[in-house]
């Protein structure tokens, strides 16, 4: 089973609301990844987590924040975010954990959210 | 700095015809080079990767991809196009013995014309 599953699939917020995005995987993968994806450009890293610890924060704005709860599960807490947030967000795992392993990222269907 | 460029936004294709989608990258030491496709409203699905050994690579979807070391490029082929193929292509690197962190390009829009 190679799957990684993210709900919701489809997300409408207000810029004052609180939502959280889920991610799961049962392949015993030891990183996990959430990226940020516009429309047909490449996935952006926002967070890396290694061993259930954050590893990566590539900057991003204190309004999205991460949880990994246990090795199978991420979340993404979203809070007063920004028009400009909305896109497609992608959850990945990888066997990995270390960073000095050769598997490649596994990737979810990634939520759609829009912000207004 | 690592980097990845596909030079080609898009690539158009008949079907049956052979295809190629084009990456070269940077990086400072032994690369991991993948590619991944993405199709509408998907996530990305992980198609071949390269690590070290044989030059050519094969992968899923019968798409195969060919390192060659002294171009620094990972170019994606597949003998004959399916119309089902049109889709986003992404090519990555990693450095090899680094973080877990994909370099991506900018992605190549493969249309196969039936």
């Known amino acids: 089973d190679t799957e990684v599953t993210q709900t919701p699939k489809h997300l409408v917020m207000g810029m004052t609301n609180k939502k959280s995005l889920k991610c799961e995987q049962h392949?015993?993968?030891?990183?996990m990844y959430w990226y940020k994806q516009k429309a047909k450009k490449p996935p952006e890293l926002m967070f890396v987590y290694s061993y259930e610890k954050l590893s990566i924060n590539e900057s991003v704005p204190s309004r999205f924040s991460p949880e990994c709860p246990n090795s199978s599960l991420l979340n993404l807490h979203l809070h007063a975010l920004q028009p400009e947030d909305s896109a497609l967000y992608l959850c990945?795992?990888?066997?990995?954990?270390?960073?000095?392993?050769?598997?490649?990222?596994?990737f979810g269907p990634g939520t759609r959210l829009t912000v207004t | 700095a690592q980097s990845v460029a596909q030079p080609e936004d898009q690539v158009n294709v008949a079907e049956g015809n052979p295809l190629t989608v084009k990456c070269t990258y940077s990086?400072?030491?032994?690369?991991?080079l993948f590619w991944y496709v993405q199709y509408p409203n998907r996530g990305l699905q992980f198609l071949l990767k390269y690590i070290t050994g044989d030059n050519l690579v094969k992968g899923s979807y019968g798409f195969e991809a060919e390192f060659n070391k002294s171009q620094t490029s990972f170019h994606l082929k597949k003998p004959s196009a399916l119309v089902s193929d049109s889709a986003l292509y992404f090519c990555?690197?990693?450095?090899?013995?680094?973080?877990?962190?994909?370099?991506f390009g900018t992605g190549t829009l493969l249309a196969v014309q039936p």
């Open positions: 990555a690197v990693r450095r090899g013995g680094a973080t877990n962190k994909l370099i």
């Open positions: 990945a795992s990888s066997q990995d954990g270390t960073g000095t392993g050769v598997g490649e990222q596994y």
């Open positions: 392949m015993g993968h030891r990183a």
């Open positions: 990086v400072s030491g032994n690369p991991y």
